[in-house]
C-alpha cells in the first residue's frame, strides 16, 4: 500500500474547501504546493528487523541538529536540539523556545535541567551500565512480534525525502506509530503516535534537521554559565524490587527493564520531595513507569484512570503504599499493570 | 495579511514539508502577525480535526446526540454491519467505517470544536474528550475505561520522573523530556 506524504494535508485542503474555510477567502488552493513533490528515489532495500536496527542505531548514534516540534492535541512546542557521541557517550543539548526558559543537557544517563528563571540546575543520574532509549534493549523480533511493521510510501519532511513506516500493534496495549525515516541515515524525522481507533496522541518531527555535520563543543555548552545557581543532585541507584517483597506483572510483550529508587517532587508546598522505586517497563517501543511510595499521602484520586498529555496514569494502594503508573500506553494498560503489583514481607 | 501564498506555506510547514530556509521566516510571522497566527490556528484545527483526539471535544449531549445521530445515519453504520471483535472483522469494512466515522466526526469537529473553547482558546479539558472519545467507540471494541483529566492532579512529579529514564525508542532522547516537559506546562 502507498501512502502519500501529503495524505492528511489533501484531506484537510478538501475538508476546508468543502466547509467553504480558508485563511485567504472562499475557494483558495490549499494543496498543490510548490517543492512538496516526493522524489522517487528508492530507499534502501532493507527487511523489517534491518529498518528497526537502522533507527535505534540513528537516534543514539547519528550526530545531528534541528529544531524538533512536538504536538499534542492543538498545542505546539519547538526546541532546537544537537545530539552527537563522543567516545561513544551520546550527548545531547536540547533548548526549548518556548515556555518556561530552561535547557537539558544529557550525557549518557546523565540529565542536567537548567531552570532560568529558579537560578536552578537539577541534575539526575540514573545507574551506570543502563543504557536508553528503550528500543536498544529489545530485539527487533521481539518488537515484531508485537507489532506489524509496514514498508509505505516516500514522504518528505523538513526538506528531507524520507521512507514511510507503520507500526500497528497487535493487541490493545499499546499505541500505533506512523514513522517517516531518512533512508541513509536511519534517522526518524517524524513519528505519530495514533491510539486503537487511529487518532493521534502527539506527534514528534524535525522542522529542520541536518545530519551528520560535525558539532562544535561549543554547540553542547548550556546557554547560561549557571554561577551561583543552586545544584539539586539526584542519583538513582539500582535495587531488587523483588528482594525487597515487591512483585510486578508485566503484560504481554513487556517487560522490566530496570528497577531504580530515587527522589520524585520539586520541594515545593504543592510537590514535596519523596523517595520512590520506579520499575521501567518496555516492550521496546512503548514504556511505562511503576512508582512505588512506601511512605505516601496522596493528593490526587486513587483507583481512576488519568489521561495526562500523551501519558496514561493510574494509582491505588497496596497496604500503606502507594503505587502510581505512568506510560505513553492505553488507559486499561497501566491500571492492568497497577493492579498486578503485589507486596509480600520478605522476613 | 494573509495571502495565499501564506497559507500554502503554513499548510507545508504542519506537513513536514516546508523548505526549512522559508520555515524560520513564516514562524517569525506567526509570531509577530495575529492575521498569520490566526491562519495558523485553522489549519491546526483542520488537524486536529482529523488526527486529534480532540476531536471528540464534544461532551456536551446536545452535541453529542448529533454526532449519534450523524454517526447512525452513516451507511457504513447500517443493520448490515456485525460487531465482531475489532481484530476479525475483514480489514476493508473496518477501513471503510473508520473513514466513514473520521469524515462524520470531522465534518462536526469543525463546526463545534470552537465552540468549546474558552474566551483564552484553550481546548476543552482531556476528561471530557476521553469520555466523549469512549462514547464513540468504533462498535465491536471492547468497552474503556472511565478516564479523567490528570491537569492539576499533582501529578507532575511522576511525568517528569517517568520522562527522566523513558525513551521515545525513535527519536532523540531528548523527546522522551521534552513530552514530559509539556505535560508539566499543561
Redesign the interface.
Known sequence: MRVEASTWRSKASRLASCLGVSCVGLGAAVGGLPGAAVAADPAPARTETQWLEAIRHAAEQQTYRGLFVYTQGDSMRTSRVVHTVQDGVPIERVQPLDGRMREYLRRGDSVECFYHDDRRVVVSQGPRGARFPALVSAAPEDILRHYALEVEGRGRVAGNNCQLIRLTPRDDLRYGYDLCVEPASGLALKVRTRDQEGRQIDQMAFSDVRIGEPVDASELRPSWPAVGWTREENVAQQVDLERLGWAVSPPDGFRIERVVSRRLGEGTAKDAVREAYQALLSDGLATVSVFIEVAAAPSFPLDVAHRHGAASVYSRKVGTATVTVVGEVPPETVTSIARSVEFHDPH | M???S???L???????????AL??SL?DRVASEPGVA??W????????????????AMAVASCEARVAAALRDEPAHGGHVVNLPARSRPRSRRLVQ?LAI?AGI??IA??AVPLFRDASGD?AP??AV?AA?RSM??PG??A????????G???????A??G????????????????A???E??
Open positions: 494573509v495571502t495565499e501564506d497559507a500554502e503554513i499548510s507545508a510547514w504542519i506537513d513536514g514539508e516546508l523548505d526549512p520555515a524560520s514562524l490566526a491562519c490556528a485553522r489549519y491546526h484545527l483542520v488537524q486536529d480535526a482529523l488526527h486529534s483526539h480532540e476531536v471528540a473508520g473520521a470531522a465534518g469543525w463546526v481546548a482531556h476528561g476521553v472519545a467507540a468504533a471494541r471492547p474503556r475505561l472511565d478516564v479523567a483529566d490528570a491537569s492532579e499533582g501529578l507532575d512529579s511522576y511525568i520522573a517517568h527522566d529514564l523513558a525513551g521515545n525508542g525513535f527519536m532523540p532522547p531528548a523527546a522522551a523530556l521534552l513530552r516537559s509539556f505535560a506546562e499543561k
